[in-house]
């Protein structure tokens, strides 16, 4: 019986296995670190095949920095970490789809790599700027012990938060290092159609420029954008006072992203006054009035057609019905003019809901639907984008306290998701501070009836305890960002006519840590046998039957989002995923009932500890019983 890995997954194998698959004569082998064959690949045949001419010298045009060899190592390399859930922590925890993940992100989008690979619409992140004073995330850069502890701080999770100061030697290099492995990551979760918006200063505008354009491709660059977030500029900068800041736009895939046809601006908004199933539009009359001479009947005989409509306009269509009358594209003056569009665009166009009649007296009008839509500019100056004004005193308003200088403007996120992500996607920011996301997410599901999940990643930093912060009871980040979404929340439930079943205003609650499993039992090699065999369990023993479902579904890629049900059958507990996605049972010595009710279920996926079964012959039993009741169920072990 196949066990589970229990570690995220090997990047680097997943690699090689593509490279493989387009130049097999470029995989060799070679030792690993425990004397044993593995695959490698032959880099300077790789080299040659993907040139037309001789390789020769190391010159290319590329952005590189002290560590960045280190930081694709780092993004590949898998981690022995888990997520464990915290129901205690959490809103709606059985049917909300919203997920808030406490940790180092870098980890975070590890463990995230199986369940989320390609089904994040958008990932928008607002990281540290750099400017000289940001917290980073630390990487084994060695220090001094002096530079350690004056620039070393320890999260509530006992992660290393490192202050990058510009006296550091590597100021840049640290910063790139940690946002290269991140969005490299990152980068893989994406859907096809997906987008990826990263908000910077002009600190480290080019050289964030230079590492997107290299892992997503300068062709897959699609704007930069100009947010002016504090128009009055700020007075304290040594030579120009800053007032704005840029956002970067990139694509997976060209032939797939496309930016959804909406309205921004608040003027261009006010236009598009009606509303049906599919969104705002506004009405237009269907007769070509422009054009001058090129749009009459004589100049365009095809476009000049009857479309029929009945009195009590029931019946809209270019084909004849009794007792519809015809109406023709004739002005109020009496000029023939045309319809706008073929009559087989126009019959489309009626049965697609966007071409309707309208009385106006006796007389009826044909008028189309023109659905929201504005030309998206690259330079964003619209007042509610004011960083202080609907950003700073939003958060500061809804917590009754101080707890972030500059969180992003709420109605600036709400129109970054309006315009990139549809109604049912998912958005992920994994660098979330206050969680201005998850509240423009529901702010906007609740303005467009949307379904759009968040899935919100934020290191637990410290506050500083002379903060304002501190004192009202916030220890960390994390506890700010969870209290504003309870909040928000809470606000949009109590609002007339607005329930928690109209819009997801929970979110399950998970936090990094170590694996589930005891190490020992899974570094067996290091060990002898007589100390195996005297082993209790190989899970460690503060762990619950939540912590190795959630475990388990990470390894096996399902997202962390579905709902799930647990019942008693025969004094074992049997957890059902997502209705038969995953049915696990960690109980010692399971009966051959449970097993045999199990894979009457034919799950696709089942998943047992290692100790559930006495002896071989058992774990042999359980393999036949799923072959004969279940064959195409997966089995594993943990």
């Given at each position: 019986?196949e ?8 990047i ?10 387009l130049?097999p ?5 070679a ?5 044993k064959?593995?695959k490698?690949?032959?880099f ?8 037309k ?10 952005l ?14 898998s ?10 922590d ?5 049917n ?24 994040i619409?958008?990932?928008y ?7 000289g ?9 060695s220090?001094?012990k002096?530079?350690?502890d004056?620039?070393i ?14 006296n ?10 940690m ?14 159609d ?5 908000a ?16 997503f ?7 930069v ?14 030579y120009?006072?800053?007032?704005n800041?840029f956002?970067l736009?990139?694509?997976?895939d ?33 007769i070509?009035?422009a ?17 029929y ?11 004849p019905?009794?007792?519809?009358i ?5 002005t ?8 706008k569009?073929?009559?087989?665009t ?7 809901g966007?071409?309707?009649?309208k009385k ?20 964003w ?9 609907f ?8 917590l ?12 600036l ?8 992500t ?14 201005t996301s998850?509240?423009a ?5 609740s303005?467009?009836?949307g ?7 934020q290191i ?6 002379k903060?304002?912060a501190?004192?009202a ?5 994390c506890?700010?960002?969870?209290k504003r ?6 606000a949009?439930?109590?609002k007339?006519?607005?329930t ?7 979110f399950?609650?998970?936090?990094v840590?170590?694996?589930?499993m ?7 090699d ?10 209790a ?5 503060d ?25 008693d ?7 059902n ?7 696990a049972c ?17 799950p696709l ?9 006495a002896?071989s ?5 359980v393999?036949?019983t799923f ?9 594993k072990?943990?």
């Amino acid at each position: 019986m196949e066990k589970m890995r229990m570690e995220s997954v090997d990047i680097t194998e997943k690699n090689i296995e593509k490279i493989e698959a387009l130049f097999p004569n470029c995989i060799t082998e070679a030792l690993d670190e425990n004397g044993k064959l593995k695959k490698a690949i032959n880099f300077d045949l790789l080299k040659q095949m993907l040139s037309k001419e001789i390789v020769d010298g190391n010159e290319g045009y590329e952005l590189t920095w002290v560590g960045k060899k280190e930081a694709i190592i780092e993004a590949n390399n898998s981690i022995r970490k888990t997520l464990r859930p915290c129901k205690e922590d959490s809103v709606n925890w059985d049917n909300t789809e919203n997920l808030y993940i406490e940790g180092d992100n870098l980890e975070v989008l590890k463990l995230l790599q199986e369940s989320y690979l390609g089904k994040i619409k958008l990932i928008y992140i607002d990281p540290p700027y750099n400017t000289g004073n940001d917290i980073i995330y630390k990487n084994d850069y060695s220090l001094t012990k002096d530079e350690y502890d004056e620039n070393i701080s320890i999260d509530d999770d006992g992660n290393y938060l490192f202050t990058n100061t510009d006296n550091n030697g590597r100021f840049h290099s640290d910063w790139l290092h940690m946002m290269y492995s991140r969005i490299k990551l990152a980068k893989n979760l994406m859907s096809d159609d997906g987008f990826f918006a990263i908000a910077i200063d002009h600190n480290e505008l080019f050289n964030l420029g230079c590492i997107c354009d290299e892992i997503f491709g300068f062709s897959n660059r699609i704007g930069v954008i100009t947010v002016v977030h504090k128009p009055e500029g700020r007075n304290q900068a040594k030579y120009i006072g800053p007032s704005n800041e840029f956002m970067l736009l990139y694509i997976k895939d060209s032939s797939k992203a496309r930016i959804r046809r909406v309205a921004i601006d608040d003027e261009q908004v006010a236009i598009f006054d009606q509303r049906d199933q599919k969104g705002a539009y506004r009405l237009k009359n269907f007769i070509r009035l422009a054009d001058g001479k090129y749009s009459t009947r004589e100049a365009k005989p095809d476009f000049w057609y009857p479309i029929y409509v009945k009195n009590d306009l029931s019946y809209i269509s270019i084909k004849p019905i009794k007792d519809a009358i015809a109406i023709y594209p004739i002005t109020d003056t009496g000029v023939e003019r045309t319809w706008k569009t073929s009559a087989e665009t126009c019959e489309e166009r009626i049965l697609n809901g966007d071409i309707l009649a309208k009385k106006d007296g006796d007389k009826i009008y044909i008028y189309e639907k023109l659905r929201e839509d504005q030309v998206i500019k690259t330079h964003w100056i619209n007042k509610k984008y004011h960083g202080f004004h609907f950003g700073t005193k939003i958060l500061d308003n809804l917590l009754g306290v101080k707890t972030f200088d500059f969180p992003k403007s709420l109605f600036l996120m709400k129109d970054i998701f309006k315009l990139f992500t549809e109604k049912d996607d998912i958005i992920l920011d994994f660098f979330s501070g206050s969680a201005t996301s998850a509240h423009a997410v529901m702010k906007l599901n609740s303005e467009d009836g949307g379904n759009r999940k968040f899935i919100l990643a934020q290191i637990p930093a410290s506050c500083d305890p002379k903060s304002d912060a501190y004192k009202a009871g916030y220890k960390n980040i994390c506890e700010i960002g969870k209290k504003r979404i309870r909040l928000v929340g809470k606000a949009l439930k109590d609002k007339a006519g607005l329930t928690d079943k109209k819009v997801d205003i929970g979110f399950r609650v998970f936090k990094v840590d170590e694996t589930n499993m005891n190490d020992i039992y899974y570094s067996a090699d290091e060990y002898s046998q007589d100390l195996l065999s005297n082993l209790a369990s190989n899970i460690k023993s503060d762990r619950n039957d939540l912590d190795l479902l959630f475990g388990c579904l990470l390894e096996w890629g399902l997202p962390l989002s579905l709902p799930y049900s647990s019942e008693d059958i025969n004094g074992c507990t049997v957890h059902n995923y997502n209705n038969g996605d995953l049915v696990a049972c960690f109980n010692e010595n399971i009966p051959d009932s449970v097993i045999k009710h199990i894979a009457k279920q034919q799950p696709l996926r089942a998943v047992f500890r290692d100790g559930s079964f006495a002896n071989s012959p058992a774990k042999i039993n359980v393999g036949e019983t799923f072959k004969s009741l279940a064959p195409d169920t997966r089995v594993k072990v943990i």
